[in-house]
Nanobody, 123 residues
Framework: VQLQASGGGLVQAGGSLRLSCVAF????????VGWFRQAPGKEREFVAH????????YYADSVKGRFTVSRDNEENTVYLQMHSLKPEDTAAYYC?????????????????WGQGTQVTVSS
């Protein structure tokens, strides 16, 4: 499966953005999808994930209550709605997919990765 992330941009602190991750190829509805981010000079970190049906989601503590992950399997798309953005949310955001049920926050569990989309939050 090929993933394409989009929706990044420049936003002021306190603002909102919605990222999209569109999948091409195999049946997307059977994949767990995760969002990760990498800030300059830092390691890539887990942000959120959603199971194949959308019934289960999980968030990093740093984004809990501000970010919401959702999916539309008919559109082969997973979204990351981000509110109350902070300068420390500035990073390249990546979506990733795994065919393994129960996949959560570990990068190594994800097989397919999209290119990053840059989010910059100004103070």
């Amino acid at each position: 499966v090929q993933l394409q992330a989009s929706g990044g941009g420049l936003v002021q602190a306190g603002g909102s953005l919605r990222l999209s991750c569109v999948a091409f190829g195999r049946t997307f509805s059977r994949y767990v999808v995760g969002w990760f981010r990498q800030a300059p000079g830092k390691e890539r970190e887990f942000v959120a994930h959603i199971n194949w049906s959308g019934s289960s989601t999980y968030y990093a503590d740093s984004v809990k209550g501000r970010f919401t992950v959702s999916r539309d399997n008919e559109e082969n798309t997973v979204y990351l709605q981000m509110h109350s953005l902070k300068p420390e949310d500035t990073a390249a955001y990546y979506c990733a997919a795994s065919a393994v049920p129960g996949t959560t926050y570990r990068e190594s569990d994800y097989t397919y990765w999209g290119q990053g989309t840059q989010v910059t939050v100004s103070s």
